[in-house]
């Protein structure tokens, strides 16, 4: 049986995405449970769900997308081009297969940047810092996102001497509202997080990362800090075949709906 997890505010995204997995998801009779995000009731939810042994499912923005407008409620400018991930027991994909870059070209074709460009050469000067919500935090990491941010920076210095720049997630009000994460980049060494999609944007505009291994880019990123100096940098090749795996992790509402996410997902898990 499909179980779709909606949260109480009416306007949340949930409302959307879960008639369209309860539409296009087959239902083979056993428990499947699909959460949008880890507000409300989810994290203990999902704990339940670990516990009982059902199968969950994590639902959240792409990875390669246009993005939603989140504040102050939250609006799909373009059904389209903006993609959802679904995560098999994981708020971020961490298997999946190469795909054979059909839906990559079919991204480029719809204007989203999914070029690698290589990496930064040349003098860069600091380190991005770059945390995921309290929320997140917490689950991943079991401590406040004040005390990963301090824990890491102290971990960091002990192996660079290069500035450590901080960006948390924009949010109405603070200093990194109506900010480019693209400006903070320029002449970036590494960045550093531990789930934040940062890394994906990191990677994707020249700059090496160091991330949690249950991240989407642990496959091409460092997860040591002590490595901070020489960060891991794949080839072309590597990166590529990374992003074919990641446009094959993300689907727009109107392909779940119809039933394409099930069926690329099987594939890949």
């Known amino acids: 049986m499909i179980h779709t997890h909606t949260l109480p505010w009416d306007k949340c995204l949930s409302?959307?995405?879960?008639?369209?997995?309860?539409?296009?998801?087959?239902d083979d009779g056993k428990?499947?449970?699909?959460?949008?995000?880890?507000?409300?009731?989810?994290?203990?939810?999902?704990?339940e769900c670990e516990e009982r042994g059902d199968e969950w499912w994590y639902v959240d923005v792409g990875y390669l997308t246009e993005q939603i407008t989140?504040?102050?409620t939250p609006i799909i400018n373009n059904y389209d081009t903006t993609y959802f991930r679904i995560c098999k027991g994981n708020i971020h994909t961490i298997r999946g297969k190469i795909g054979d870059g059909t839906r990559v070209?079919?991204?480029?074709?719809?204007?989203?940047d999914v070029q690698f460009k290589g990496w930064l050469t040349g003098?860069?000067?600091?380190?991005?810092?770059?945390?995921?919500?309290?929320?997140?935090?917490?689950?991943?990491?079991?401590?406040?996102?004040?005390?990963w941010i301090?824990?890491?920076?102290?971990?960091?210095?002990?192996?660079?001497?290069?500035?450590?720049?901080?960006?948390?997630?924009p949010r109405p009000g603070n200093q990194y509202w109506n900010t480019d994460i693209k400006d903070d980049l320029k002449d970036c060494h590494c960045l550093v997080t531990n789930m934040s999609l940062a890394g994906v944007d990191s990677i994707m505009n020249m700059v090496p990362a160091i991330t949690h291994q249950r991240h989407v880019a642990s496959?091409?990123?460092?997860?040591?800090?002590?490595k901070i100096n020489k960060p891991m940098r794949p080839g072309h090749k590597t990166i590529n075949d990374w992003i074919k795996?990641?446009?094959?992790?993300?689907?727009?509402i109107q392909e779940i709906e119809d039933g394409i996410a099930f069926k690329v997902l099987q594939e890949q898990i």
């Not at 824990?151 to 997630?169: A, F, G, S, W």
């Not at 795996?245 to 993300?250: F, K, P």
Request: proline fraction near 4%; glycine fraction near 4%; charged fraction near 25%.
């Open 70 to 72: 989140r504040y102050p």
């Open 105 to 112: 070209t079919k991204l480029e074709q719809q204007g989203i």
């Open 31 to 47: 428990d499947i449970h699909f959460f949008w995000g880890l507000a409300g009731q989810n994290i203990r939810q999902i704990k």
């Open 150 to 169: 301090e824990q890491v920076t102290n971990e960091i210095k002990k192996h660079t001497d290069r500035e450590v720049r901080l960006r948390n997630k």
């Open 245 to 252: 795996m990641v446009a094959d992790n993300q689907f727009t």
């Open 123 to 147: 003098e860069t000067n600091h380190i991005l810092l770059c945390p995921s919500s309290p929320t997140v935090t917490y689950h991943i990491n079991g401590i406040s996102q004040e005390d």
């Open 219 to 226: 496959f091409i990123t460092s997860r040591d800090i002590s």
């Open 15 to 26: 409302h959307q995405l879960m008639p369209a997995i309860k539409k296009g998801w087959k």
